[in-house]
T-cell receptor
Framework: DGGITQSPKYLFRKEGQNVTLSCEQN?????MYWYRQDPGQGLRLIYY???????QKGDIAEGYSVSREKKESFPLTVTSAQKNPTAFYLC?????????????FGPGTRLTVL | GENVEQHPSTLSVQEGDSAVIKCTYS??????FPWYKQELGKRPQLIID?????GEKKDQRIAVTLNKTAKHFSLHITETQPEDSAVYFC?????????FGAGTRLFVKA
């Protein structure tokens, strides 16, 4: 079953803790993205990676970190520095050159900070 | 910074009527404009897209128009059906950066 997966589906975290969200794809896509979705708002870009071992900050990168050691994987760490981390997080990947082309989304992880 | 404005935020239509959602973007370097549909509890999925060298594109009941001069693009859904009910997001891409609109919640009443 090809596609993009995220785990876990639901995640609860205590304040002050770091937590890592997993994103894996077997679509052989070079580009991967992390978005945050809040109620009534669109998807806001946290980080993106055009290729292995390279990533760029998006519009709301503060309090987040990523790595891209493998083509298939793009984990997102939500650090204690993120002021309001409770949200729905979506990972996506695309094969398009220069970012042009369909982004395929994972099922999302809902993070709740207690 | 760059942004994409999307209107309306909520749209309610009768089954069989048309629905129009409008977006404007600020980054003149944007060259790719996708539209995504997100059903409740599901992931966004691409329904149609248009590139900057095209003014209009149609796929069955769905069409998108682009006015690069005005930095404006629109989604048109004709003969709406209850299964069209969802949240629709427009987006503008320049390089690898995609900026999404805030979304339009479409209700199609049977």
């Amino acid at each position: 079953d090809g596609g993009i997966t995220q785990s876990p589906k639901y995640l609860f975290r205590k304040e002050g803790q770091n937590v890592t969200l997993s994103c894996e794809q077997n679509l052989n896509h070079d580009a991967m993205y992390w978005y945050r979705q809040d109620p009534g708002q669109g998807l806001r870009l946290i980080y993106y990676s055009q290729i292995v071992n390279d990533f760029q900050k998006g519009d709301i990168a503060e309090g987040y970190s990523v790595s891209r050691e493998k083509k298939e994987s793009f984990p997102l760490t939500v650090t204690s520095a993120q002021k309001n981390p409770t949200a729905f997080y979506l990972c996506a990947s695309s094969a398009g050159l220069a970012g042009v082309g369909e982004q395929f989304f994972g099922p999302g992880t809902r993070l709740t900070v207690l | 910074g760059e942004n994409v404005e999307q209107h309306p935020s909520t749209l309610s239509v009768q089954e069989g009527d048309s629905a129009v959602i409008k977006c404007t973007y600020s980054d003149s370097a944007s060259n790719y404009f996708p539209w995504y549909k997100q059903e409740l509890g599901k992931r966004p999925q691409l329904i149609i897209d248009i590139r900057s060298n095209v003014g209009e594109k149609k796929d069955q009941r769905i069409a998108v128009t682009l006015n690069k001069t005005a930095k404006h693009f629109s989604l048109h859904i004709t003969e709406t059906q209850p299964e069209d009910s969802a949240v629709y997001f427009c987006a503008a891409t320049g390089g690898f950066k995609t900026i999404f609109g805030a979304g339009t919640r479409l209700f199609v009443k049977a």
